[in-house]
């Protein structure tokens, strides 16, 4: 940036000289002869070449200083995480080319008409199911669950955004006549981004496409949207967990969202007799997540050209906010094939168990959720848990029945605690995933357990991504 303001000063000195010095031109002209005047309006002349070539030069160096600080950063990201750093994903916002902000303003969108309705009679709020779509004519799984186990047509209005333009896709949306309301993302032109970032263009369309997608979505008025992927498959009480939960997002400013994920949702660490356990965390789960249109405000005015879910996860959007998710996961992904080639699929995502019970979450009460609660109850008990071994634990060697506690103190103490357990092992912006407070609970060996730092842990490290 200093490099930028520096050229930008040597651009208007030279531009200043060249201005002064045509005034001065003027101003003596009538005292000149003939070939001295010459003389002078060849020297402007040339003057204005090179005014012209400075400010071509001041454009191509501040290019060139995008590009370098871009591949330096670039050595810096894991190869097996297909994500980008904040910074890069910011710098690559400017390289967007003017003509395809052109074209998406001449191509005005063929969707069909949102819903306008945002309460009911009784004032609960109408809370629209966000599909996102693209090429997938798959995306019929996901659509016959969530019409399947909808209770409210009139409260939970199906809106099916589409990207690629794909019309087998867009057939089999628009077979479910007024079931649901398609929307097109209207601009469908490429996106231009650096030579090493070519590979990685799936996830800007996908993060232009979200970013499309709920601006027009909120702006009908809506004070929640619950997003879904069209490679997701919900649990019969999907819709309830939502309709129990949606109050605290309003109630408590320290949480940002409801996921219906658990990322450390297999089968084998879950409780499976307990489908109605709901935890916070400070870890963004996605993966069939609801927010509310204050942060949709919030985002939206800094919403990233690529990579949408690291960049949400970073601590300058967070803000020590915390979300919402249950023991057993609301949601469960089929879509092994897509702009992540199936990461984590096999080893994770297809062994997550989808919850087959219906509970009554909105008679629940749910304020044991809420910050002060839930850290006065949740937080104090974790450290008066017993601390166990992992081969204590394997070898079910724990005299005393209840909860139990594993401690770690270092990243790679973790990491391998995680792999021995069976839990993902990767952090996001140094956040462990499920975790809260550095804290992450499962089940195993029929006993409740906590992995947590110790007692005087003072805060998630970045330098643990």
């Known amino acids: 940036m200093r490099s930028r303001k520096v050229l930008l000063v040597i651009g208007f000195l030279i531009t200043w000289t060249y201005v002064t010095y045509y005034i001065l031109l003027r101003s003596t002209g009538t005292q000149m002869t003939y070939f001295q005047k010459q003389n002078l309006l060849h020297l402007g002349n040339l003057a204005r070449e090179q005014s012209q070539q400075s400010r071509n030069l001041n454009r191509n160096v501040i290019e060139f200083l995008k590009i370098k600080y871009l591949e330096h950063t670039q050595q810096q990201i894991s190869l097996t995480t297909p994500r980008i750093s904040i910074v890069a994903a910011e710098i690559s916002n400017e390289l967007v080319d003017q003509q395809q902000q052109e074209q998406k303003e001449e191509n005005p969108s063929k969707s069909q008409k949102i819903p306008t309705k945002t309460y009911l009679s009784n004032g609960e709020p109408i809370i629209p199911i966000l599909v996102f779509s693209c090429n997938r004519i798959t995306v019929k799984k996901c659509l016959d669950n969530l019409v399947q186990y909808r209770p409210s047509v009139e409260q939970f209005p199906i809106i099916v955004s589409q990207d690629c333009g794909d019309e087998p896709t867009k057939e089999v949306i628009l077979s479910y006549g007024n079931q649901l309301t398609l929307i097109e993302q209207p601009d469908l032109s490429d996106i231009r981004v650096l030579p090493k970032e070519k590979k990685f263009k799936g996830y800007y369309k996908i993060a232009r496409h979200y970013g499309w997608a709920l601006n027009t979505t909120f702006q009908v008025g809506f004070e929640f ?42 089968a084998a660490v879950v409780d499976a007799s307990r489908p109605e356990l709901l935890y916070r965390t400070d870890f963004f789960p996605g993966l069939g997540w609801m927010l509310t249109r204050d942060l949709w405000s919030e985002l939206s005015v800094k ?78 008990q974790v450290y008066t848990y017993p601390i ?45 995933r499920t975790a809260y407070h550095g804290i992450v609970s499962f089940y195993y ?21």
């Open 388 to 432: 166990v071994t992992y081969d204590e634990l394997r070898r079910n060697l724990i005299a005393a029945d209840g909860p139990v506690r594993i401690q770690y103190t270092t990243r790679d103490q973790y990491k391998r605690m995680t792999r021995l357990l069976g839990l993902m092992d990767d952090f996001k912006s140094g956040v462990p």
């Open 225 to 266: 949207v619950i997003i879904v992927e069209d490679d997701l498959n919900v649990a019969p009480d999907f819709f309830e967990y939502f309709l129990g939960t949606h109050k605290l997002l309003k109630q408590d400013s320290s949480l940002w969202c409801v996921s219906a994920w658990n990322d450390n949702g297999k």
């Open 303 to 380: 919403w990233p050209k690529s990579f949408w879910d690291d960049w949400i996860r970073h601590p300058q959007q967070r803000k020590e906010r915390s979300c919402i998710r249950p023991e057993i996961s609301r949601t469960r992904t089929f879509g092994k094939i897509g702009v992540s080639n199936g990461l984590f699929f096999d080893k994770y995502l297809k062994h997550i168990k989808l919850s087959e019970d219906f509970v009554r979450f909105s008679k629940i009460n749910m304020t044991y959720l809420l910050k002060d609660n839930y850290d006065n109850t949740f937080l104090r």
């Open 445 to 465: 060996n029929k006993r409740r357990v906590h992995l947590a730092p110790n007692a005087n842990w003072k805060g998630y490290d970045l330098s643990w991504s």
